[in-house]
């Protein structure tokens, strides 16, 4: 089916668009955005389409959400999404709310059987047998404007979202696989896992499986700290210091010692503000 397209970068445009399509029952949802120089995901376009339309939006360009908002949470329309975590990440982090009700493509091939999991261009070729191109995946989404190629690739991340969906919908007819499906759904509403937990960094730490006792401790303290700072300044978490210092300074710091303190102070500028987290694991031994 030939879809209408629309770029949608106003307030005005945005509500009477939402407000034209009260009625929907589904929606497919997808989204661009950057982190390579932020903690947190920049949230850089929101792609939807429906089976007749879809369009981009611009968050960039936006100034009232509300209406998406009430779209993302109105219980009568079913959000469509391949692979959720990464793109509720991004929209939790900007509006501070999770989409609801979700429909997961990749949970839905996993309960009907995949043996892996599938990513979004394997799916489409599986199941409606479009090649995707690759070449947008690492492109710089915030650059304003956006290329022709950046604004297709986009559209084709939900287009073909919402053709998979309406395949899927009604083949999970089992009671087990209705069971399964909703477990797996019911766990991408959880906010811990798109919210910040500096207390549980250490365990994205490389390297982290060859500390044990003591030097695990202060591995823990260190990613910690440095996982504050970097959301504190919205930084990226290896601008503050990376994997390798934080294993090697806990590796040494079998007793206090000036080595190991000289090792990070090597490795990161902002060493000083792990001074006090070092002091303070050194008065406790």
């Not at 823990?220 to 503050?240: F, G, Y």
């Amino acid at each position: 089916m030939t879809r209408e397209y629309s770029f949608i970068n106003s307030d005005e445009a945005l509500k009477q668009w939402i407000d034209d399509h009260a009625d929907l029952t589904a929606i497919a949802v997808d989204t661009e955005f950057m982190r390579f120089r932020t903690y947190f995901s920049k949230l850089c376009l929101i792609q939807m389409a429906t089976l007749e339309e879809a369009i981009c939006i611009d968050p960039l360009a936006i100034t009232d959400f509300q209406p998406l908002l009430d779209l993302f949470v109105n219980p009568n329309i079913v959000k469509v999404f391949h692979s959720a975590g990464q793109d509720l990440e991004a929209i939790y982090n900007t509006f501070a709310l999770i989409p609801t009700p979700i429909f997961d493509t990749q949970i839905a091939e996993t309960v009907l059987g995949a043996d892996h999991l599938l990513s979004y261009q394997d799916t489409i070729e599986m199941r409606l047998n479009v090649l995707l191109e690759k070449a947008e995946t690492r492109t710089d989404w915030e650059k304003r404007p956006l290329s022709k190629s950046q604004i297709e690739y986009a559209y084709d991340d939900v287009t073909y979202l919402y053709d998979v969906y309406l395949l899927l919908r009604d083949q999970i007819e089992t009671a087990e696989e209705k069971r399964m499906f909703k477990e797996k759904t019911d766990a991408l509403y959880m906010v811990d896992k798109y919210a910040p937990n500096p207390d549980m960094a250490w365990m994205k730490v490389k390297g982290r499986k060859t500390l044990r006792g003591k030097r695990l401790q202060l591995l823990k303290l260190l990613a910690k700290k440095r996982e504050e700072i970097a959301i504190e300044r919205d930084m990226p978490k290896r601008w503050v210091v990376g994997d390798g210092a934080l294993i090697d300074i806990a590796k040494e710091f079998s007793q206090p010692s000036m080595k190991s303190l000289v090792i990070f102070f090597e490795k990161s500028y902002m060493a000083p503000q792990f001074q006090p987290v070092i002091d303070e694991f050194i008065s406790q031994q």
